[in-house]
């Protein structure tokens, strides 16, 4: 049997996890008013628009959880006993960086995929200027919520 206070943490760990989902997936609506972008989101990988959404924000949520663990390592983010200084700057900039490095590998390897294929560019100036502006609007939103977790962990970090 489980005890009460795991099911507890377990149920903290789930909510967390599906506030991040849901912040992507706020983030990533902003994409779908590219209409070429969507024209490909309806049919690939399945034929269902909504499992199609929810893949695509399976997986960019999943890529921005692995730059921030990565990032936090790497950048030495947090703080430590040795060093307490916690440094958001990098932390914002790994916020940041994210979005931009999706859509800049996401735009090449389009075009080299369509090239090697022979196919059609689908991928329009119009089209990366519209993912361009959603990436942007997908930085303002984690921002947002990056500021509104700061201000909330605060006042549950202050003493009553």
């Known amino acids: 049997m489980i005890p009460y206070s795991s099911i507890g943490e377990i149920a903290t760990t789930l909510l967390q996890y599906l506030a991040v989902i849901g912040v992507v997936a706020l983030g990533c609506l902003p994409s779908l008013t590219v209409s070429n972008f969507r024209a490909r989101l309806d049919s690939w990988p399945t034929d269902r628009f909504p499992l199609n959404y929810l893949l695509l924000v ?11 663990v990565a990032g936090w390592q790497v950048l030495q983010i947090g703080s430590t006993q040795t060093d307490p200084q916690f440094r958001a700057f990098r932390l914002i900039a790994v916020l940041v960086a994210y979005p931009i490095a999706v ?41 947002g919520a990056a500021i509104v977790l700061f201000i909330t962990a605060l006042f549950f970090a202050l003493p009553t």
């Open 58 to 68: 399976g997986v960019i949520a999943l890529g921005q959880g692995v730059a921030i």
């Open 103 to 143: 859509l800049g590998l996401g735009i090449v390897g389009v075009r080299l995929y369509c090239w090697r294929r022979s196919m059609e560019q689908w991928l329009t100036l119009r089209t990366i200027a519209g993912l361009g502006a959603a990436a942007g609007m997908y930085i303002v939103t984690l921002v």
